[in-house]
């Protein structure tokens, strides 16, 4: 089974993912969390020190090149893995900055999402840019402003995909984000084995 997480930073997916999959091996199962970031932290970084500002288009080519290279090995390693793969963020991260960046959502990427296995479930951890910046500053690792992360939350909403998200409250303590990640994995899982009894059992 193949879950993917977004959300904006500062909303919880890694710290959540981590104790999904813990309590997965944990119950018995087998579970792995993939991440597929997309070295936007770091270029933010050396764009700050260096002073040399990077242009969306130049900051968007970088990222979705890094990106696209995790979510392809992450897939491939998922392909070969028999249990839970919990991946956090997805190429649907950057197409969301993009809309934020004011650039289209091209070709490749919309190409590639076709090509790549669906996931079973992609969730979406809502919760408020005020929140999510508060929370950010109390790690003091990121340095995101409550524009921007407005802008991103916002950048969400205007995917075609978002609609088919299970949305989750990420604003709450972390076990009770942990029990509503739980309760939607578990609904998917029942939901696919239904499926699969029911086409073992069709008539050819």
Known sequence: MLIVLTGIDGAGKTTA?????????????SAMLLRNHAGRRNMSQWSARSGI??????????????????VVVSHARARRFTGLVVMDRH?????????VRGLPRGRFLRWLLR????????????????QALERILLRGTDSET???LTALSQGYRTLPEFPGFVRIDAGGAQDEVLAAL?????????????LSAKQSTSPL
């Open 146 to 148: 409550l524009e921007e």
């Open 182 to 194: 739980t309760a939607a994995i578990s609904g998917a899982a029942s939901r696919a084995g239904r």
């Open 91 to 99: 190429l649907y991260c950057q197409l969301a900055l993009r809309s």
């Open 17 to 29: 993912a981590r104790a999904a999959v813990e309590a997965a091996r944990l119950a018995g199962g």
């Open 53 to 70: 500002p990077l242009s969306p288009r130049l900051a968007d080519a970088l990222e979705t090149m890094i990106r696209t290279f995790n």
């Open 115 to 130: 090509r790549l296995p669906a996931p079973d479930l992609v969730i979406h951890f809502d919760i408020a840019p005020e």
